[in-house]
């Protein structure tokens, strides 16, 4: 499996339901290619957002994200490093 990133900007600041329509949207497309949420960042202005998941490749989250409609401005696969 591979850390995937998925960059996402919002034009406006985001509630908490509107991150929660994407999220509703996003889950059965996940389980479907086998995409494990990690965790979310979202910027304090709530205009930026990092979603980090486990998934077999970038291609993969790519598909789950335009199945489910969600727009993003870029995925790429990372590293973990730990200190």
Do not use: N
């Not at 949207?25 to 486990?54: F, H, K, Q, T």
Request: aromatic residues 10%; hydrophobic residues 40%; negative net charge.
């Amino acid at each position: 499996m591979s850390h995937v990133l998925v960059e996402r900007s919002f034009p406006t600041p985001q509630s908490d339901t509107d991150l929660s329509v994407v999220e509703d949207r996003l889950a059965p497309c996940s389980e479907l290619y086998g995409v494990v949420w990690i965790r979310s960042v979202v910027s304090v202005d709530r205009r930026y957002m990092i979603y980090e998941y486990e998934a077999p490749d970038a291609e993969t989250v790519r598909k789950v994200q335009r199945d489910a409609g969600a727009v993003f401005d870029h995925i790429w696969s990372g590293e973990v490093i730990q200190s």
